[in-house]
């Protein structure tokens, strides 16, 4: 199982958010390269980037970030939050990523998701599946739908989706555990999908369970920032 360290940007800046709520946000560091750095050197390859600030606004806004840390380390970054055209797409390649993630742009122009994962791959392009009570949320979970979440992703499924990410923003930034149902009917479903757990980790304990199941990866955010779980003690995952 891959640890996946992520890095929420607002204002250039990482933060963290409480269910991802703007107005419980809590500043970590103000210099994101620091961060992914540490990370790199505790022997972690990857790297979630969230632009928070351009999942409000609908574009990307923080692709500078994504400029220095993917030229200043080595890390396998997946950038989300605001990629909704073209332009945004192309910028954040050129700027670095080497997969993206795209939620909100797959609900509400599925022809553009669609024609994305034709035209960069499977292995590129990462499903957002993020849900609110199995039901899928939108635009920095500002939006709630009546999509189901099972439904919403075996249509993907069917279009040669291979990456989801798939956060329960009830569990989000509270560090009560990751929604461990959510994960197993995900599997149970769609058993040859390279899913990534989001949302949730309180300690070590989590991971393990985490582990266990199989899955691809699992996103750790807070625990980090908040000592929950020190590098030091991710590097037992280290492939």
């Not at 292995?123 to 957002?128: A, Y």
């Amino acid at each position: 199982m891959h640890i996946i360290p992520a890095i929420d940007l607002i204002e250039g800046k990482a933060v963290r958010l409480t269910q991802g709520d703007y107005n419980q946000k809590k500043e970590y560091n103000a210099r994101p390269l620091e961060v992914a750095q540490q990370f790199e050197d505790a022997g972690l390859t990857r790297l979630h980037l969230v632009d928070l600030d351009g999942a409000k606004e609908k574009r990307v806004v923080n692709w500078k970030v994504l400029e220095l840390i993917a030229s200043k380390t080595r890390l396998h970054i997946d950038f989300g939050g605001g990629v909704q055209s073209d332009e945004d797409l192309r910028m954040v390649f050129e700027c670095g990523a080497k997969q993206v993630t795209g939620g909100s742009i797959a609900v509400k122009k599925p022809d553009v998701f669609e024609k994305w994962l034709s035209q960069f791959g499977p292995e590129t392009i990462i499903l957002g599946a993020d849900a609110k009570n199995e039901k899928i949320a939108v635009s920095g979970w500002e939006e709630d739908t009546q999509v189901w979440v099972y439904d919403f992703v075996e249509k993907y499924v069917e279009k040669g989706v291979n990456y989801i990410i798939s956060t329960d923003v009830a569990k989000d930034g509270l560090l009560e555990g990751p929604s461990f149902d959510l994960y197993r009917n995900l599997q149970d479903r769609f058993p040859e999908l390279n899913i990534i757990a989001s949302g949730g980790v309180s300690g070590m304990q989590d991971l393990e369970v985490l582990a266990d199941m199989k899955l691809f990866g699992v996103i750790v955010g807070k625990a980090i920032y908040e000592g929950r779980v020190t590098l030091k003690e991710l590097s037992m995952f280290l492939k």
